[in-house]
């Protein structure tokens, strides 16, 4: 060190080596923590598109085991920080149909493992945003009870909150569901089915920007609709005042609105709404899916994120399209949705390249949003700073 010194000071070598001796050696960084992720895969347990319960069963509860180094089930779900006061949603992703949708034998395993730990059936709620597709994948709105856990969407079903708003620049077109339309008539009605047709929600392939017939009339009554416009979305209010715990269950998915499903994307759209001006070109999400996941009225609540990747559909998503898909039998679960997000995308991304075809283009930066969370603290896409541990 003193020769490195003297070679770098010629002239003020005395006075720096006086200073140095009184100054201690600085203290080694710490190495930069991990996430963990915990990952179980088996393509036995999908056959047809079905999956065995009693082994998914196992592969997750093997899975919060390794996580939390719990002896039982039941302490799992306590150390991630359930308790029996809480009540806890479990969100899931239906925009896929009964194929490609959270599936029902996983659900029951996580309501199973959350009454180990002492939560009431009564005081769990498995939900997703829209009721229509919740019913297509064979989740029908359903009022708990002392024997059974409740089904239930925010729309139509338990709504927004009205005081919990995102905001940003982006405006959007509003149409019926959404928490300011306005209904002012009785053809509203008519006005916001056709606003829907031409703003396809999210999941869809349209961005959502509202645009009027050739002529300038609607096409079916003659009128000029002025459509309804805010930069304002309103967060679900199972996420604000209902549930206090969150367990996140999503599908594994492309979208072409926001590059893919997974951990980040479905839970931030499906939990405000006027999301519809997020998605597609040019933003595809970024940063609006970081931003509305960097509200503490979700940080403080998501407990853990348990990828459903038992079948996973790398094009042609959100919608389910078999010749697309993989049945891989996966579970990815890490309290960290970034690295969950950025891992699968690698296979995603190899997949599409190796299509049979090879006409299917890389997700690429459609899927940008995963990196920007990074920035917000949600998690990390470093490789180094993952820790991938499988479970057999």
């Given at each position: 060190?003193?020769?490195?010194?003297?070679?770098?000071?010629?002239?003020?070598?005395?006075g720096?080596?006086?200073?140095?001796?009184?100054?201690p050696?600085p203290?080694?960084?710490?190495?930069?923590?991990?996430?963990?992720?915990?990952?179980?895969?088996?393509?036995?347990?999908?056959?047809?598109?079905?999956?065995?319960?009693?082994?998914?069963?196992?592969?997750?509860?093997?899975?919060?085991?390794?996580?939390?180094?719990?002896?039982?089930?039941?302490?799992?779900?306590?150390?991630?920080?359930?308790?029996?006061?809480?009540?806890?949603?479990?969100?899931i992703?239906?925009?896929?149909?009964?194929?490609?949708?959270?599936?029902?034998?996983?659900?029951?395993?996580?309501?199973?493992?959350?009454?180990?730990?002492?939560?009431?059936?009564?005081?769990?709620?498995?939900?997703?945003?829209?009721?229509?597709?919740?019913?297509?994948?064979?989740?029908?709105?359903?009022?708990?009870?002392?024997?059974?856990?409740?089904?239930?969407?925010?729309?139509?079903?338990?709504?927004?909150?009205?005081?919990?708003i995102?905001?940003?620049?982006?405006?959007?077109?509003?149409i019926?569901?959404?928490?300011?339309?306005?209904?002012?008539?009785?053809?509203?009605?008519?006005?916001a089915?056709?606003?829907?047709?031409?703003?396809?929600?999210?999941?869809?392939?349209?961005?959502?920007?509202?645009?009027?017939?050739?002529?300038?009339?609607?096409?079916l009554?003659?009128?000029?609709?002025?459509?309804?416009?805010?930069d304002?979305?309103h967060?679900?209010?199972?996420?604000?005042?209902?549930?206090?715990?969150?367990?996140?269950?999503?599908?594994?998915?492309?979208?072409?609105?926001?590059?893919?499903?997974?951990?980040?994307?479905?839970?931030?759209?499906?939990?405000?709404?006027?999301?519809?001006?997020?998605?597609?070109?040019?933003?595809?999400?970024?940063?609006?899916?970081?931003?509305?996941?960097?509200?503490?009225?979700?940080?403080?609540?998501?407990?853990?994120h348990?990828?459903?990747?038992?079948?996973?559909?790398?094009a042609?998503?959100?919608?389910?399209?078999?010749?697309?898909?993989?049945?891989?039998?996966?579970?990815?679960?890490?309290?960290?949705?970034?690295?969950?997000?950025?891992?699968?995308?690698?296979?995603?991304?190899?997949?599409?390249?190796?299509?049979?075809?090879?006409?299917?283009?890389?997700?690429?930066?459609?899927?940008?949003y995963?990196?920007?969370?990074?920035?917000?603290?949600?998690?990390?896409?470093?490789?180094?700073?993952?820790?991938?541990?499988?479970?057999?």
């Amino acid at each position: 060190m003193i020769a490195g010194l003297v070679g770098l000071f010629p002239v003020f070598t005395a006075g720096i080596l006086a200073q140095d001796a009184a100054v201690p050696s600085p203290p080694t960084p710490a190495p930069p923590s991990l996430s963990p992720v915990i990952w179980a895969e088996n393509p036995d347990v999908v056959q047809r598109f079905a999956v065995t319960g009693d082994e998914v069963r196992e592969m997750l509860d093997r899975s919060l085991l390794k996580l939390t180094s719990a002896s039982d089930i039941g302490t799992a779900w306590t150390r991630l920080g359930i308790t029996p006061k809480d009540v806890v949603g479990i969100k899931i992703t239906t925009v896929g149909g009964p194929l490609l949708s959270t599936h029902r034998p996983l659900v029951q395993a996580i309501c199973d493992g959350l009454q180990a730990a002492g939560v009431p059936a009564s005081q769990i709620i498995v939900w997703d945003k829209d009721a229509a597709g919740m019913r297509d994948a064979g989740y029908g709105p359903v009022p708990a009870s002392g024997s059974h856990v409740a089904i239930a969407s925010v729309y139509p079903g338990t709504g927004y909150d009205p005081g919990a708003i995102y905001k940003n620049e982006n405006m959007g077109t509003l149409i019926w569901g959404d928490s300011e339309f306005v209904r002012r008539d009785n053809d509203d009605f008519a006005d916001a089915a056709r606003s829907a047709v031409r703003n396809k929600g999210y999941g869809d392939d349209n961005s959502g920007s509202f645009t009027p017939p050739p002529n300038g009339d609607d096409t079916l009554t003659g009128i000029s609709p002025i459509p309804q416009t805010s930069d304002k979305s309103h967060y679900a209010r199972l996420l604000t005042d209902i549930c206090t715990k969150i367990i996140n269950v999503p599908v594994l998915t492309d979208n072409a609105s926001i590059g893919m499903e997974g951990c980040m994307g479905s839970l931030a759209l499906d939990s405000v709404d006027n999301n519809r001006r997020f998605v597609g070109d040019p933003t595809f999400g970024d940063p609006a899916i970081c931003e509305i996941l960097n509200n503490a009225l979700i940080r403080r609540k998501v407990v853990i994120h348990i990828l459903d990747a038992l079948v996973a559909q790398y094009a042609g998503g959100p919608h389910f399209d078999p010749q697309f898909t993989k049945s891989i039998g996966a579970l990815y679960i890490s309290r960290d949705p970034v690295a969950i997000d950025s891992l699968v995308l690698h296979r995603m991304e190899q997949w599409r390249t190796a299509d049979k075809d090879g006409r299917i283009d890389p997700i690429g930066k459609a899927a940008g949003y995963i990196h920007t969370a990074t920035q917000y603290n949600l998690g990390t896409d470093d490789p180094h700073r993952i820790q991938l541990v499988r479970v057999q």
